[in-house]
């Protein structure tokens, strides 16, 4: 189960890459723990910094939609998306119907 | 004459000292100076001073400013944020006495009602080489709580 797989560009090592991971973990916690262990815990050194404020309890009260960074693109093209969502009525024939022009239009431009 | 100061400074210094700034209401005179300070003219990173972004790094707190009602809390809390030992530097006079907005109607300053000061830099605004002074100070302060012993010796 834990052999060697061998594969057209190379072989692929169980064995390796769980010590490798080992050796890459390990490091990365004695690393960690080289750090400042002189932190009061239960005080304001162990709070999170944000920028001397009262970290919001409720996560969304500091966060910014993502929509937020196409209000400029949206505001922009409001006049065109206007429009377009006018002619998505939801109908079914509405939407049959533009199929139908569409074709009949590149069929005058391809055949003409 | 700084180099000197910092050279005797530097000896009893076991670590980088890294810094970080409060704008407690100041007019950002304060400020601009103490950007100059890292700038290569200045260059305290060569003594190893280094300015980071959050308290949680730092070893000494700058405040300029005189501190506005609104800022009060946040002064506070920045100051408890950083780890022990912990040295504050107030640069200018409006940290230092309120200045020109002395007794004014929206201040709790200056910053020493705030949160224990160490080392006071007048001027409006201070140049560089004062604030750079005042911050070496501030190392002897820290070194005598983390190592008195030394300290004494260093002095002696």
């Known amino acids: 189960m834990l052999g060697t797989v ?7 090592d169980v064995s390796s890459w769980i010590a490798f991971f080992t050796i890459a973990a390990a490091l990365v916690l004695w690393l960690r723990a080289q ?5 009061k815990e239960g005080t304001e050194q162990d709070e999170i910094y944000w920028s001397g404020n009262v970290v919001p309890e409720e996560g969304a009260e500091i966060t910014v939609p993502a ?13 065109f998306y206007k ?8 109908i079914g024939t509405d939407i049959v119907g533009y199929y139908v022009v569409v074709v009949a239009l590149l069929a005058v431009f391809i055949l003409l | 004459m700084i180099n000197k100061l910092m050279e ?22 304060c400020d601009i100076e103490i950007v100059a300070c890292i700038s ?12 980071v972004g959050t308290p949680r790094h730092a070893d000494v707190l700058i405040v300029t400013g005189p501190v506005t009602k609104y800022m009060t809390d946040r002064l506070r809390r920045i ?8 040295a504050v530097v107030v640069v200018g006079n409006c940290g230092s006495s309120g200045d020109v907005f002395y007794k004014s109607y929206n201040l709790d300053g200056p910053v020493d009602k ?3 000061v160490d080392v006071f830099v007048h001027g409006c605004p201070p140049r560089p080489e004062a604030i750079i002074e005042g911050v070496a100070k501030a190392v002897m302060k820290l070194e005598s709580l983390r190592e008195p012993k030394k300290v004494g010796e260093a002095e002696s």
């Open chain 1, 35 to 39: 750090g400042r262990e002189d932190y």
């Open chain 2, 114 to 116: 705030i949160i224990p």
């Open chain 2, 8 to 29: 005797n400074y530097l000896d009893i210094l076991p670590k980088s000292l890294w810094v970080t700034t409060c704008n407690s209401g100041s007019c950002n005179g």
């Open chain 1, 6 to 12: 061998y594969t057209g560009f190379g072989y692929w």
């Open chain 1, 67 to 79: 929509s937020s960074a196409y209000w400029g693109f949206r505001k922009a093209m409001a006049p």
């Open chain 2, 79 to 86: 100051y408890d944020q950083m780890p022990d030992p912990k």
């Open chain 1, 83 to 90: 429009i377009l969502t006018g002619m998505h009525t939801g």
């Open chain 2, 40 to 51: 290569p003219r200045y260059d305290i990173e060569r003594f190893g001073m280094k300015l």
